[in-house]
């Protein structure tokens, strides 16, 4: 069924099919009310850490509270971004505003390094240093913080194509695993005794936080740099369409990520000498196959002879080999 909206920004109306475009939208807002409800359990973990944390004098379950806040902080991030991704696009953003939500995740994961940082450093000072530690306090906070990080982490599921949800599920990841280190180091001092097993517990969730901030930064770098995404192949892309009949060659090539979910390619297509119409088929096709490969968007610019291209990606024009051959 085909209906029609109206642009906000633009005020023209937007043709398209309802049940391909409601069923993105219905994603989306089960999203954002999965980010709503992971955001009141981190308040309720957070506040109950932060207390069970200073009563029983734990470093590893007051550091888990200290990830808690960045958390908060990230769901909340993540919520808005995934608003604001949402708008269409206008004048002023003729992509729209995906990469809104890529900015959240980066903020988010650097976010999680510095956290790690702070954890160390106070790791450090409870090694020098071991105070006392009320470990039914800590042990029954733990126990809470992990039942509300599981939940949370089964709200938001566990496979993401969209950075920024990736980046708040991380986080969650991050506390559930902290939550099992304080529990399992309350164990230990409970029944040996050894209060070191508290600041090395803070430094494996320090450890744990680290590796998913990295990763996660990395991965938004990388389309903010429009690096080639992950799971393509420049090459392979341009000789499919090398191989095309009528395709002479392929130059001036660009391929590189709109958004986490939005690829976009241009190339300059060298073709034979066709009519018009010849050329609008070769043209479809190669669209046809760029969609079939993963590209949501491509501008391919046709010509019949190739230009300025000797320092170009790609430019290996076949006359060359042609008059190579008459050589011989």
């Not at 696009?89 to 505003?97: H, L, M, Q, R, V």
Request: a negative charge.
């Amino acid at each position: 069924m085909d209906g029609e909206r109206i642009n906000y920004y633009t005020r023209q109306p937007i043709v398209y099919n309802y049940n391909q475009g409601d069923k993105v939208n219905n994603m989306a807002l089960s999203g954002e009310k999965r980010l709503a409800i992971t955001f009141l359990v981190t308040v309720f973990i957070l506040a109950g850490e932060v207390v069970g944390g200073y009563l029983s004098n734990s470093l590893a379950l007051l550091s888990d509270a200290g990830h808690m806040v960045t958390d908060a902080l990230a769901i909340a991030m993540g919520f808005i971004a995934a608003r604001i991704s949402k708008r269409p696009p206008d004048k002023n953003a003729t992509f729209g505003y995906q990469r809104v939500g890529l900015l959240a995740a980066l903020i988010n994961g650097l976010s999680l390094l510095v956290i790690a940082v702070f954890i160390f450093h106070e790791s450090y000072e409870r090694l020098v240093s071991l105070p006392r530690i009320e470990i039914p306090v800590m042990l029954g906070i733990a126990v809470l913080g992990l039942v509300g990080n599981l939940v949370m982490a089964f709200i938001l599921g566990h496979s993401h194509e969209d950075l920024n949800l990736k980046s708040v599920w991380l986080h969650v990841l991050g506390d559930t695993l902290s939550s099992v280190g304080v529990i399992i180091s309350g164990i230990i001092i409970y029944f040996t005794g050894w209060a070191y097993a508290d600041p090395i517990a803070s430094v494996l969730i320090g450890v744990i936080i680290i590796w998913g901030g990295i990763r996660l930064v990395r991965d938004t770098i990388s389309i903010f740099l429009n690096l080639t995404p992950k799971g393509f192949n420049v090459e392979t892309l341009t000789q499919k369409i090398t191989d095309m009949p009528d395709v002479v060659d392929i130059h001036d090539v660009h391929l590189w990520p709109v958004a986490h979910n939005h690829v976009a390619f241009s190339a300059h297509v060298l073709v034979d000498d066709k009519t018009l119409k010849e050329v609008e088929t070769t043209k479809k096709n190669i669209e046809e196959m760029l969609r079939e490969n993963g590209v949501d968007h491509s501008t391919l610019q046709i010509e019949c002879s190739c230009v300025d291209c000797d320092n170009s990606l790609y430019c290996q024009v076949r006359h060359e080999e042609s008059d190579d051959v008459h050589n011989h």
